[in-house]
């Protein structure tokens, strides 16, 4: 059991994804996102399993929930820069956490 203190390190913030690319180098099918986490926080890259229900054309403009405060993953030549949050089904299927509605860019979850 986690205690508040230690959740409350768990920095979770909205981010709208501004481009969502192949990644070829990747074990698992994934795409390289580029996200935008306003001026505090500003945009970092991310790889994400999300192949099997999302095409890549319709993720740009797309809000989602991401960890922010983990440390940087090199994930072959790619550096993974925040963790992005999704449901994830039997067969690996992800669906992506996000607002219900548009809201500012790295606003916190609590």
């Avoid at 986490?37 to 192949?51: M, N």
């Avoid at 999302?54 to 405060?69: F, H, P, S, T």
């Amino acid at each position: 059991m986690l205690t508040w203190e230690e959740f409350e390190k768990t920095e979770m913030r909205v981010g709208t994804i501004l481009e969502a690319n192949d990644f070829p180098d990747a074990r698992k099918p994934a795409y390289q996102l580029t996200i935008d986490f306003g001026t505090e926080i500003g945009i970092r890259k991310s790889s994400a399993q999300i192949t099997k229900r999302y095409a890549k054309e319709d993720l740009a403009g797309r809000q989602i929930v991401a960890v922010v405060n983990f440390p940087r993953k090199q994930i072959g030549k790619f550096m993974s820069e925040c963790l992005v949050l999704g449901a994830v089904g039997e067969k690996g299927d992800v669906i992506l956490l996000a607002p219900d509605f548009k809201v500012e860019n790295g606003l916190r979850i609590g």
